[in-house]
């Protein structure tokens, strides 16, 4: 793993802080819920002692009452006006109750009326052509019990007001016996018709239930004057349902304990609604920051619960169907979380039940808004979270900035150390960050150190043949006269041998010190020479033609298809290469091959070849092959070779900006020595 990751890696343990935060946040805010709904569970368990002495029980509460043998008729908060639109039904429920198969029915209060609206789709709109003729058309039923049943008509010959008319089952005819207590107003529609009726809570009694006589042609001709007939009622058995509305008596008890903020439903045992007024209002109302921030967002994102959705909880129409409100009428307090417009604010609902004793006659519910994210109305807390938050993003982006520049600066210094030796042997001390004052520095300063004294040592060893050829020479003259004054001295023949071969190894020092004279000649002279531009292929022509008169049993071969021939260097030093080439072919090249010497190239470069057939090259000193002082050659013609030829071409390639290289030749039959360099 890289120094940047492992610094990235502990960087990321600054998470601890936010994470810490978050943590504390999330305790903060548990705490708050809590506080919240054991005040409200509270305040709903006082309100419910204070309405103990209320009788919230009605024929609706008994047991044997089923939800949808109810018919629950919502407050109203201003009169609606008997025109057939229901658009000024104010705070009535909306979806309505089912009437036959297609047909549905809303009903409200106001004071001390009813009001009834009627939609029933109905494909074909029948009415009675004239007073007392059959058929009598579409009409609508009203049945009320009070105490006895009592049929309602409302009949009419076209759209418009009406009034309700008194009649009897099964017929359902009209009677012409209106009453004028009882108005209403018939309105055709696009699929049928609308029928909007107010009737006083006296004649409503404790049931009340509508119905439709569809009157329809039984085939399409009109002329035939034949009709069906069906009733489609409210109710599935015989009576109608049970009429509930919301006793007044109770509203006047409640009304006192309605506080800001906060919504007061009272349900009898069976969980019908009693009573429900007040109103709803997020906390966050009361705080100054009524736009939340984006950071107050993100906050809000990543603190969020998981609590339903609030949707209300009458199910069906008027009774309570919230399933976590559903112990309450079993005598448990309950409390619950719900989430209204998204994340924006919450809901909390604490149920109490109403008891007498053992008995219990209701339940309380109280309702408050809240901020979702209670502790994010502390302005304090919310800058404590940015600052932690802020923090932590500069303490990584600090420590991911260092381990870039560290990582760099590493890099750097290990990209010198790979370069600091060069192909040839060459030393580079000046080593990257030297000047820096921490461990990098001290760490560069120390292979600075180390690569100068071994480039001072290397400098040594460069010199040493030069100097050892210097400081051996004259002894080596003494040592050749004394030698040859010995010899011309009286002898026994027991001492010529020893005397010989005395005498080959003075020859063969002052080979090998004359050898290490050239090759330091050499250097000297490469060192001295001035660049000129010269045409290389009539240097290489040149020699070989020499190399042809040189060495007449061997085959030597030129060529040259470069398109440019012109370079920067001398044309005596690639004479003195050429020389140390050719005689290495011509040592370990077969006598019966060729020696081919080929010039080629591009417009930028230009590559000197020699290929000589023979034996491979060693594997085991391919990487020394133009070093000093090392050779491969057997002794030949009784000389021992010191290894400086191959060196001499790597100085004189280096000195024409270019590089050589020794391979095998792909078929194994020889060796090839290229060397390439610059065109000017």
């Known amino acids: 793993m890289s120094l940047r990751l492992q610094l990235l890696g502990l960087g990321l343990l600054t998470l601890v802080l936010p994470w810490a935060g978050y943590r504390y946040v999330q305790e903060l805010e548990g705490a708050l819920r809590s506080g919240l709904e054991q005040s409200l569970l509270a305040a709903a368990e006082s309100t419910a002692a204070a309405l103990s002495g209320q009788d919230l029980r009605s024929i609706a509460s008994s047991p044997a009452v089923q939800p ?24 009535a429920e909306n979806t309505g109750l089912p009437l036959g198969a297609s047909g549905r029915f809303w009903i409200g209060l106001h004071q001390r009326s009813l009001f009834l609206f009627l939609h029933y789709p109905d494909a074909n709109v029948v009415y009675q052509r004239a007073p007392g003729e059959t058929p009598y058309g579409d009409r609508v039923l009203l049945l009320t019990e009070s105490p006895r049943p009592d049929w309602l008509l409302f009949h009419t010959a076209a759209p418009g007001s009406l009034r309700a008319q008194a009649t009897t089952a099964p017929l359902f005819t009209p009677t012409g016996r209106r009453d004028a207590r009882v108005p209403a107003f018939w309105r055709e529609t696009g699929d049928g018709f609308t029928a909007e ?3 006083p809570l006296a004649m409503a009694g404790e049931r009340l239930g509508i119905a439709v006589v569809d009157v329809d042609p039984a085939d399409s001709d009109p002329a035939a004057a034949t009709y069906q007939v069906a009733v489609e009622s409210s109710w599935p ?21 309605i506080q800001p903020g906060r919504r007061l439903v009272v349900v009898d045992p069976a969980g019908w609604v009693l009573f429900d007024e007040g109103e709803i209002d997020p906390l966050s109302a009361t705080f100054d920051n009524l736009d939340p921030s984006l950071m107050e967002q993100f906050y809000r994102f990543i603190l969020r619960r998981d609590d339903p959705a609030f949707t209300g909880f009458q199910q069906p129409p008027g009774r309570l169907g919230r399933g976590p409100l559903q112990a309450i009428l079993e005598g448990t307090p309950v409390t619950a979380w719900f989430a209204r417009s998204g994340d924006a604010s919450a809901v909390v609902t604490a149920g109490a039940p109403i008891l007498r004793g053992s008995e219990q006659l209701g339940a309380v519910i109280l309702e408050q808004g809240s901020d979702s994210i209670l502790t994010l109305t502390n302005a304090a807390l919310v800058r404590l ?13 600090g420590l ?34 030297r000047r820096a004052g921490d461990e990098i520095g001290d760490l560069a300063r120390s292979f600075s150190d180390l690569l100068n004294r071994l480039q001072e040592y290397t400098a040594y ?31 026994g023949a027991h001492l010529s041998p020893y005397l010989s071969r005395l005498k080959e190894g003075i020859s063969r020092l002052d080979g090998i010190l004359g ?5 330091t000649l050499i250097e000297q002279a490469i060192a001295d020479t001035e660049p000129e531009i010269f045409n290389l292929d009539a240097v290489l022509s040149s020699c070989t033609a020499a190399y042809r008169d040189v060495y007449p049993h061997r085959t030597i071969e030129y060529h040259s298809d470069a398109p440019h021939t012109r370079v920067l260097g001398s044309g005596e030093l690639i004479v003195q290469m050429m020389d140390k080439l050719i005689d290495n072919a011509v040592s370990f090249g077969r006598d019966d091959a060729a020696i081919q010497v080929g010039l080629s190239g591009t417009r930028r470069e230009v590559t000197i070849t020699v290929v000589n057939r023979g034996p491979r090259l060693p594997s085991s000193m391919r990487s020394q092959l133009f070093d000093s002082l090392v050779s491969i050659r057997k002794e030949r013609d009784g ?42």
């Open 461 to 491: 060893l460069t010199t040493l043949k030069a100097k050892l050829a210097h400081e051996l020479r004259t002894p080596l003259a003494v040592a050749s006269t004394s030698l040859e004054n010995l010899e011309r001295e009286p002898h």
């Open 197 to 199: 009726i107010r009737l």
């Open 68 to 91: 949808g043998e109810v018919v629950y008729a919502h407050p109203l908060t201003s009169e609606p006006l008997i025109d057939g639109y229901r658009d000024d039904w104010s705070s």
């Open 237 to 257: 058995g015989d009576d109608p349902g049970t009429l509930l509305y919301r006793p007044p008596g109770i509203a006047a008890s409640a009304t006192q304990f």
């Open 639 to 680: 000389r021992h070779h010191l290894g400086l030829g191959l060196h001499i071409v790597s100085l004189v390639a280096e000195f024409h900006r270019g590089t050589v290289r020794g391979d095998d030749l792909p078929d194994g039959s020889g060796v090839k020595f290229s060397i390439a360099m610059p065109v000017e």
């Open 400 to 433: 991911l900035s260092y381990a870039t520049v560290l990582s760099f600066r590493v890099r750097r210094l290990s990209r010198a150390a790979e370069t600091a030796l060069g192909p040839r042997g060459e030393i580079h001390a000046s080593l990257p960050g």
């Open 515 to 519: 050898a290490m004279t050239e090759a």
């Open 385 to 397: 979270l940015s600052v932690t938050f802020l923090a932590m993003l500069v303490v990584a982006g």
